[in-house]
């Protein structure tokens, strides 16, 4: 059976690209007779704000979506510390003390997901004194899982290359996991076989499989979708202002025509679609 998901942080309002997304999950799962999820990714400290949840509630209603709702992330936390101990113990992560700015300014080559860490860390030994992230030593792991092989219904097939993006964190200093770890075992657990999401997250698609193979988990397919940009070329974001749902919705527009109308890719005026 097809299982999809849609999965939003609840640190700032839907928009349309959010709409989009989870529209593409929904009908995915539809057409193939199968189920959509929708799951509360609610691990963002203090920016998590409990509310906005109701909210996206309402917005999918408002668009006339049906799905079931799973266990949000915050009541997944003893899963992702046993994860984590579990890799940290295999010799598969390791801490690391540095800043944002301390990697900046050694002038890292860039990636598709941004800086890539340099190392700096690697090696050092776990101080509980000190907060440190974890990360994944990817050179390791590689050498010890070999070749992976996944499958994305739009790009084909692909093997797991996750070393472009370097050794990511897996465990955050101000959070109990890291989009990576708390995405791919979520998906696990729900018993998620098609992972959508936009084609911004191809790269990280990567180390999800990776970290697949490490933990013993089942191998979903992926469908990366186009992304939806502004008269500017940027992709909506919320930390950019873009337009919300609930705005749309309040303001009496209709959201089964809005759903419609994003289903046949006839966007507002100044909305794209692009492939990242």
């Excluded at 202002?241 to 994003?262: C, I, K, T």
């Amino acid at each position: 059976m097809t299982v999809t998901r849609f999965a939003p942080s609840p640190n700032g309002p839907l928009h349309l690209g959010h709409a989009y997304s989870a529209i593409v999950a929904h009908d995915l799962a539809q057409q193939a007779g199968g189920r959509f999820l929708l799951r509360i990714e609610d691990i963002d400290g203090p920016r998590s704000r409990p509310e906005l949840a109701d909210e996206f509630r309402r917005d999918l209603e408002w668009l006339g979506l049906e799905w079931e709702e799973v266990p949000a992330q915050s009541t997944r936390l003893d899963a992702y510390e046993d994860a984590a101990r579990g890799l940290l113990e295999r010799g598969y992560l390791y801490p690391c003390t540095c800043t944002r700015a301390e990697i900046e300014a050694l002038e890292p080559r860039l990636g598709s997901q941004g800086a890539i860490y340099p190392g700096t860390c690697k090696g050092r030994l776990l101080d509980p004194e000190k907060p440190a992230a974890l990360r994944l030593d990817v050179s390791r792991a590689m050498a010890d899982c070999g070749e992976l092989a996944w499958e994305d219904e739009l790009a084909g097939s692909q093997l797991a290359d996750p070393r472009e993006a370097g050794d990511v964190v897996i465990v955050r200093k101000d959070a109990p996991a890291s989009y990576h770890l708390a995405a791919t075992l979520d998906d696990a657990a729900d018993g998620v076989t098609l992972v959508t999401r936009g084609a911004d997250l191809f790269a990280a698609s990567h180390i999800h499989r990776l970290l697949q193979a490490l933990l013993g988990l089942p191998v979903p397919r992926w469908h990366h979708h186009g992304l939806l940009t502004d008269g500017g070329g940027q992709k909506l974001a919320k930390r950019r202002g873009s337009p919300s749902l609930a705005d749309r919705r309040e303001g009496g527009e209709d959201g089964l025509l809005l759903a419609e109308q994003l289903r046949l890719r006839r966007f507002p005026a100044g909305i794209s679609l692009i492939n990242a």
